[in-house]
């Protein structure tokens, strides 16, 4: 099941009549009959283009997608489109590894959990017209030695964060959070070096609403609290915590609230910057040191917000007792 940015819920249905069914937020309730074009395959998942509104049908073990078209009007079927997508590389070479998931990212650009490595497209928004092209991103290790992402490795899933990264879960190789771009990974999860059970990976879903990072792996379900959340429209939510931090706290500061790329500077009472950073997503975390990386003193800190060309702003008040 999938919300969609309209309120309804759609809901895939494999093996029956009707493979595709939406639910809208009064209770109205329709069902699509899909077969003439699933023909028997087998739906792993669905997920919903925000920028086209388009139901995207994963099916199991295959080299092709479907996209579905309600034409913005989802309890009317006759003028509904559905087709079956295959992915083409830049020379028009269809693309034969089975596709696994797929995600839309905040770009709008689509991204592909292959059995041979990551794929992306820039828009799915012709895809009824033209055919879907693709591409390998590349991406750059610590050395300067340039490859294509993943290439090669067997995915199971892919999920989007609120800062735009792509989590990207493998079949016997860990999790790997990779950046918005896809040109570089971030960090990689294996059983050597954080809880996973195990580098089976399942699935993987993020709740932007606090960045929890799920994974589903052959020995049991595991999570993450990553440090990017969903970010706001401006400021009127913004609160820092825990405040005051108390002589016997050592873990993090946290600052919520944030339009996306904020940026935020703490002074002391005497404008001395203690820290200044950007955000990503929603949240930003201060080890509350200083810029020389030394606990810094007890007292009232201010803390700095501004957006994008300082349309929006924000100033609220930190106590820290040491």
């Known amino acids: 099941m999938k919300p969609d940015n309209r309120g309804n819920i759609w809901i895939a249905n494999s093996k029956s009549t009707n493979s595709l069914y939406v639910l809208s937020q009064n209770g109205e309730y329709l069902g699509f009959d899909l077969s003439s074009y699933l023909n028997g395959d087998v739906i792993r998942n669905i997920q919903i283009s925000e920028a086209t509104g388009y139901v995207m049908i994963i099916v199991e073990s295959k080299s092709y997608f479907f996209v579905f078209d309600d034409n913005n009007t989802p309890f009317d079927a006759d003028d509904d489109r559905v087709k079956k997508v295959y992915l083409y590389d830049e020379n028009h070479s269809a693309f034969n590894e089975k596709i696994m998931a797929v995600t839309e990212d905040i770009d709008g650009e689509i991204w592909f959990a292959t059995t041979y490595g990551v794929l992306v497209s820039n828009t799915i928004r012709k895809v009824f017209d033209e055919l879907l092209i693709i591409t390998h991103p590349i991406v750059t290790d610590e050395k300067g030695h340039s490859d294509y992402l993943l290439y090669g490795v067997d995915l199971n899933d892919i999920d989007v964060d609120a800062a735009n990264c792509k989590w990207v879960c493998?079949?016997?190789?860990?999790?790997?959070?990779?950046?918005?771009?896809?040109?570089?990974?971030?960090?990689?999860?294996?059983?050597?070096?954080?809880?996973?059970p195990s580098n089976v990976v399942n699935d993987i879903v993020i709740d932007h609403s606090?960045?929890?990072?799920?994974m589903n792996t052959d020995y049991g379900l595991v999570s993450y609290k990553d440090n990017t959340i969903?970010?706001?429209?401006?400021?009127s939510n913004m609160y820092v915590y825990p405040n005051p931090v108390r002589p016997d706290y050592s873990g993090p500061i946290v600052i919520k609230g944030l339009i996306e790329n904020s940026l935020i500077k703490i002074t002391d009472s005497n404008g001395n910057v203690a820290f200044e950073s950007y955000s990503s997503g929603g949240e930003l975390v201060w080890d509350g040191n200083d810029l020389n990386g030394k606990a810094v003193r007890s007292g009232v800190y201010l803390i700095f917000a501004s957006g994008n060309v300082g349309q929006n702003s924000k100033v609220i008040k930190l106590l820290i007792v040491r």
Request: proline share 3%; glycine share 8%; charged share 10%.
């Open 170 to 196: 493998t079949n016997n190789y860990g999790v790997y959070k990779i950046s918005p771009s896809g040109s570089n990974v971030v960090y990689r999860f294996m059983t050597n070096n954080s809880s996973l």
């Open 210 to 214: 606090s960045g929890n990072v799920f």
């Open 230 to 235: 969903k970010s706001s429209s401006d400021y």
